[in-house]
């Protein structure tokens, strides 16, 4: 992606670019996103968080399952899937945040790089 453009797409299926994707498998809202690995960038973490509402609260699932593929030495996409199923929650939403942890600080505010809604 090009920051003085407008071209930003979603990520692909089997993608190795973009921004993360959200879809609706199963009954659960599941988001696919590329990450550097941990050994390539230690001081940066990586949280996917779970909402009913866009305005929160926001917090990590820890039901939900993830599968990590390998893109090559330096990123892999992540793919997790949220435990909550459609017919218990009629919105959800998600997003990938990014931390900084050699600044010991939380992120700033926007500091997501994506929130997404999937309609049931």
Do not use: C
């Not at 498998?25 to 990450?35: A, C, E, K, N």
């Not at 926001?58 to 330096?74: E, G, H, K």
Request: glycine share 4%; hydrophobic share 40%.
């Amino acid at each position: 992606m090009n920051p003085k453009l407008a071209d930003a797409r979603p990520l692909p299926v089997n993608g190795t670019r973009g921004m993360p994707s959200v879809a609706h498998l199963s009954g659960r809202l599941v988001l696919t996103y590329i990450q550097r690995k941990a050994v390539t960038t230690p001081g940066i973490s990586y949280s996917v968080l779970f909402a009913n509402a866009p305005s929160g609260p926001w917090s990590p699932n820890p039901s939900a399952s993830q599968s990590s593929t390998s893109i090559d030495a330096t990123w892999e996409r992540i793919t997790v899937t949220d435990s909550v199923i459609d017919t218990a929650q009629p919105a959800r939403f998600a997003r990938v945040q990014v931390a900084d942890l050699s600044t010991a600080q939380p992120p700033a505010a926007g500091a997501t790089r994506a929130a997404q809604q999937i309609k049931r």
